[in-house]
């Protein structure tokens, strides 16, 4: 019996069409309770594919033991504003577990595409607008504006970073201080702030982003 005989056979047929929200309703309602074999005849596709799906939704079977009460806190702080590894790195979670949790909390939708539209707002505005800005008015994350801009090639001129500055955001950053004021005083966007502060190797307390 060929391979492809006996992947018919048990249901796993081979199909490259892109995961729809019902399919993935579907996976999260029966991941933890049914076989990898049975979701795959569930929804019509292979187990490898049920596997890796469910890796990307940040799904697990065997029991977690993290204390997503306390996290949330910093997912809603952080999250859209800094690369989602770098808060992976700060509370030890997997990426596609934060990125999960963010949608589940209603912070963002990481199955959405970016439209024609989008790509052309983001091409009239980028280069003079603010990212904050474009995140609001497309409904994405800050993280996500700068991510697009970058595939599409699209750059912004930014002022140098003064020895002043520096010594701000050294001063500042590692403290109960709100980020988005030292961006206010600084005159630069918050996803700057972090990005600045990371190059200059400066962490800040995750006790101090929950008690904001």
Known sequence: ???RVFASKIGATRRNKPWTQEDDKLLRRHY??????????RIGRNPHSVRTRARVLGIA??????????AEKTIKKLYGKIDTER????LKIPVRSIQHR??????????KRWTKREDDILRSHYKRGNAETLATRLGRTIYSIQKRANKLGLSRKEKAWSAEDDEMIKNSYGSAADISTIAKQLKRSIHSIYTRAYILGVKRDIKADSAL
């Open 102 to 111: 963010a949608s589940i909390m209603g912070i963002a939708d990481i199955s």
């Open 32 to 41: 933890r309770t049914e076989r990898n074999v049975e979701l795959a005849k």
């Open 87 to 90: 808060i992976s790195d700060m």
């Open 1 to 3: 019996m060929s391979v």
């Open 61 to 70: 079977r065997k029991r977690s033991n993290i204390n997503w009460s306390e």
